[in-house]
Nanobody, 120 residues
Framework: VQFVESGGGLVQPGGSLQLSCKIS????????????TRWYRQAPGQEREAVAT????????NYSEAARGRFTASKDFRRSTIYLHMTNLKPEDTGVYYC??????????WGPGTQVTVSS
């Protein structure tokens, strides 16, 4: 399974970024509708934390308290890509953002991460 993450970078406080995570090489006959997908972030010196969970069925999305109201996650199974649109960014949003795909069995795949820096 291969991941291509993009969209990270340097942004001023109050700005916006959209992260993308394109996933290829999933099991034949399956697509992202069969996988739960998540966005995580890891700030310097801190543990990795989930910011958005997109469930494989029903379209339900759960956000962390820090992300709720500012971040919007979405999935386009035709493009095999998940997105994280982030608005009103704050310095404490700085970190490496990772995407993750979990299958119904033991499949558990992580992307390489993309750096987001919020600073003036």
């Amino acid at each position: 399974v291969q991941f291509v993450e993009s969209g990270g970078g340097l942004v001023q406080p109050g700005g916006s970024l959209q992260l993308s995570c394109k996933i290829s090489g999933l099991d034949p006959g399956s697509d992202l509708r069969d996988y739960g997908t998540r966005w995580y972030r890891q700030a310097p010196g801190q543990e990795r934390e989930a910011v958005a969970t997109l469930y494989s069925s029903g379209g339900f999305i759960n956000y962390s308290e820090a992300a709720r109201g500012r971040f919007t996650a979405s999935k386009d199974f035709r493009r095999s890509t998940i997105y994280l649109h982030m608005t009103n960014l704050k310095p404490e949003d700085t970190g490496v953002y990772y995407c993750r795909a979990l299958g119904a069995g033991s499949e558990d795949y992580w992307g390489p991460g993309t750096q987001v820096t919020v600073s003036s």
